[in-house]
């Protein structure tokens, strides 16, 4: 099989709609990094971190505004975190492979939800060690819509059992791993888990397989990576999370190309 979802003559048309739809996802992505931590509404107008100023709604272009106020705020010229722009910039970048790689709308819904959800909650991960259950939850509930909706419209309810039993298999896996690392892990991976079984459980046993040893040997070769050189050591704690998630993404992409 080859071409997206689209067909190949439509191709242009809609890898240009998916490149801005992702810039505005990826704006979304940002504002979710900088409240979602500090549980502020993400539904008021976004503020200077620094002077509190309003952010006009000619400055909220995704990526254009960055340059276009060179990085700095227009009010008070603090500097703006250069992280917004590249979240915008890899959200769509993202979209646009989805668009691409992607045969079924299905498929492509938990890629777009996936990376939606998933690059801020690796963020935050990154730099705080958190996986907050307002990102995982609905990580976990919109996929679940996906797939029930996929199981109707294509009557294939028999996806749905192998589905439940891998949204409760790698979070007891992982509760397990835990109760043994005793710190390693936190329950915010624990609870990511689930979402993730859900999705690749609805491909089978082998996609969720791919989907675990994909995260492990990421997080595996990196952790040895930091080790050697230098930055990190043995008790140093590397999140798990962002590995989770692109050991995922791996897991969709194999799934989309294998026959099922
Ligand atoms: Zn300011």
């Not at 490149?19 to 992505?29: E, N, P």
């Amino acid at each position: 099989m080859t071409g997206s979802v689209f067909g190949a003559a439509s191709t242009p048309v809609l890898s240009f709609f998916a490149l801005l739809l992702g810039l505005t996802f990826g704006s979304f992505s940002s504002v979710l990094v900088a409240r979602v931590p500090s549980r502020k509404s993400l539904w008021t107008r976004s503020e200077c971190t620094s002077c509190g100023e309003q952010i006009k709604s000619s400055e909220n272009i995704p990526v254009l505004s960055y340059l276009l106020l060179r990085g700095k705020c227009s009010n008070c010229q603090a500097p703006i975190s250069a992280i917004y722009p590249a979240l915008e910039l890899i959200t769509s970048g993202l979209f646009l492979a989805g668009v691409l790689m992607f045969h079924t709308w299905t498929s492509l819904a938990l890629w777009l939800i996936l990376i939606t959800i998933g690059v801020p909650l690796a963020v935050i991960d990154l730099t705080l060690h958190r996986l907050p259950d307002r990102l995982t939850a609905p990580l976990f509930g919109l996929s679940a819509v996906v797939i029930v909706a996929d199981a109707f419209v294509e009557k294939h309810f028999d996806r749905l059992i192998p589905s439940l039993i891998g949204s409760l298999a790698l979070p007891a896996f992982y509760l397990a791993l835990l109760i043994i690392s005793r710190g390693g892990m936190g329950m915010g991976d624990v609870k990511l888990s689930a979402g993730i079984g859900l999705v690749s459980g609805f491909f089978g046993v082998r996609i969720t397989l791919v989907s675990c040893f994909a995260a492990y040997i990421l997080g595996s070769v990196i952790g040895i990576g930091l080790m050697l050189a230098g930055k990190a050591g043995r008790k140093t704690a590397i999140p798990f999370g962002p590995f989770m998630l692109v050991g995922q993404a791996i897991a969709l992409v194999v799934a989309a190309h294998s026959a099922l």
